[in-house]
């Protein structure tokens, strides 16, 4: 089922969450330290009941509270998402003491989540994962514990978050299938992380894992089925990045056109300079349909439809491809003094790059596209050949 429009209710609370994110959200995120969590943030969108909407909203609702505060706080907007990400594991596959111990601080904003999956040499290819879990039979519980050994990389949040989702190998040679997630406390022994100084300020770590202490407890899902959990919370949130993207695009878009309408060029406004509305216009084309296909995206994923894979991959790569775009001749249009720091698009200048990399690069979103249509080819031949 696509989403072509929105209903009013939806609409009118964008709007509100626009306004939350402008009038007490960004003055929290300009006060915060660059690099570092802030702390203070995350507690107002517990206290604005944000985060509870992590886990008990479907993925559109996630997607338009995503896009509703980049629009106006893109660290307002990335808070949200990493308390999500680092906590969707934990609410969809935790045990009930799992989720009891850190979902409702989490909600409030009082306790800070991370999601490990990535690794110096395991980015893009997730099942050439590198830590090790190996059984430690001498520390008390025989098989069912394990000792962590090895290093994470990029991973947001750390090293400030309060716990991780920790994915390791518990199998040796067995690809994805031998992974298993973790829920890793921060003041487990054995466990350390430095700051990562990136293009744009955000809280980004590497962690080191030195024969750090894991039970059964400790466990997302089951053991050598850490895969799936990741792929789960990817398929959820890839559409989101989507939403983060469409809001940065749109945040551009909005700027443009108040620039070009109040800037004198060549005895007019530059609006009235056809070079100039044209590429407007394709600002505004571009930034639509990715929003229709994020929501699409969504929408599916709701539903429980089949194809949920290649519509989160194709959401994720034609959004933030398009915001990179959008965001590129926004600056143009505007010239130098977007280029100063400080300013609307500078900001999200440097903001806009990542996304096209993280929770699965553009290239990887292509391949996941492909191998789902030819998947679905294959099937679909060997049913009418049956």
Known sequence: MTAFSLEPAQLT???????LAAERLRPLAEKGEPGRVNRALVAELGALGLLPRLFTSGALDLCLMRESLAHA????????????????????HGTEAQRARWLPRVSEGTAVAAFALSEPDAGSDAAALSLRAEPDAGYGAGPSVWRLTGEKCWISNAPEAD???????????AGARGVTAFL????????SG?????????????????????????????????FRVAMDTLNLFR???????????????????????????FGGKLRDLQ?????????????????????????????????????????K??????????????????????????HLLEHLYREVRAPRIYEGASEVQRGIIAKELYRTLDATTKEAGA
């Open 317 to 342: 790569l034609l959004a933030t491809e398009t915001a990179q775009y959008v965001v590129d001749k926004a600056v143009q249009l505007h010239g130098a003094r977007a280029l100063r720091r400080g």
């Open 194 to 226: 430095t700051p990562l100084d990136m293009l744009s300020p955000h809280p980004v770590g590497a962690l080191a894992f030195d024969a750090v202490p894991v039970t059964a407890d400790d466990v997302l899902g089951e053991p050598d089925r850490g």
């Open 163 to 173: 716990f991780y989702t920790v994915f390791a190998r518990t199998t040796p040679g």
């Open 275 to 315: 070079a100039v509305s044209h590429q407007v216009a394709e600002l505004a084309l571009r930034t639509e349909a990715a929003r229709l296909m994020v929501y699409a995206a969504a929408t599916a994923y709701d539903a429980g439809a089949p194809d949920v894979p290649r519509r989160a991959a194709m959401a």
């Open 239 to 265: 559409p989101s990045v989507g939403a983060f993207a469409v809001g940065m695009a749109q945040a551009a878009l909005d700027a443009t056109l108040a620039h070009t309408t109040a800037r004198d060029a």
């Open 184 to 191: 890793v406390p921060a003041d487990r022994p054995g466990l």
């Open 73 to 92: 706080c893109t660290e307002a907007e990335t808070a949200l998402a990493l308390q999500g990400l680092g906590a969707h594991p934990v609410h969809a």
């Open 13 to 19: 609370w964008c709007e509100e969450l626009r306004a």
